[in-house]
Structures are given as C-alpha cells and as structure tokens.
C-alpha cells in the first residue's frame, strides 16, 4: 500500500512517541508500504523551526536527507495540481499544511496517514495515526 504520511506522523515516529497507535507502529514498520513524504512537510518544517514550534538537531536539508534515506521514503514534490486543488477544498481545516497535504492525497489517490479526524470531512481516504 502506498501511503501518504501527515508531519507530525513522521516526527512522532522518529520519537518513538506513545501517540502512535499500535497499527500505525506496525504499518510504518513494514517494508511492504510505500510510505510518501511531501515536500509540503518539509515546508511545514522550514516554516515551524524558525518559530521555535518545532526542534531538530541538525540542519533542515540534512535532517530529511537522512530521514527520506534511513525510512525508505519516497519524496512528493508540490505539483501544480496538487496547488491548484487546494482551491477546491472547502474551508473546514484553516492549515495551509494540511490543506496541501489533503490535495496531494485527493489528486494521487493516496490515504493519508494522520490523527487530525477532521481531514476526513475533506473526502478523503485518512487512516489513524
């Protein structure tokens, strides 16, 4: 299964946080997925540290360097349709992250693995993080 991951999935994953669901745990660890990483996280990233919402220990480009590496994941690049179906989407979740996250899902048909449930109203496929 191809999977498309929500940040905070991915850095509660890295933490080995107790928020994860056991089944979330066992399909983040099973090489069989296709686990997807956007380059709207990365954005989400770049745009939070600064902030001081978030922290890592190492430089941004080189932390998802290692992570995309060390957690066999394959990049999403920001398309033109993924921007553009953003303005579909109607006004139920106000992040420009998620928004974009929603969108990508909606125009590659891919589930998004998340805990935030109100992305589900969106139409989308969400499984539970």
Known sequence: ??????????????????????????????????????????????????????????????????????QSLVGLPVQHAHAAHVALLPPIHRDPFDRLLVAQAAVEGLPLLTADARLEDYGIECLPA
């Open 1 to 70: 299964m191809r999977v498309l991951l929500d940040t905070h999935v991915m850095l509660w994953w890295l933490h080995d946080s107790a928020r994860l669901l056991p089944a979330t745990r066992q399909l983040l660890a099973n090489a069989r997925h296709e686990l997807i990483w956007s380059a709207a996280s990365t954005w989400e990233l770049a745009i939070k540290l600064p902030l001081g919402k978030l922290r890592i220990d190492e430089p941004l480009q080189q932390f998802v360097t290692r992570i995309l590496r060390e």
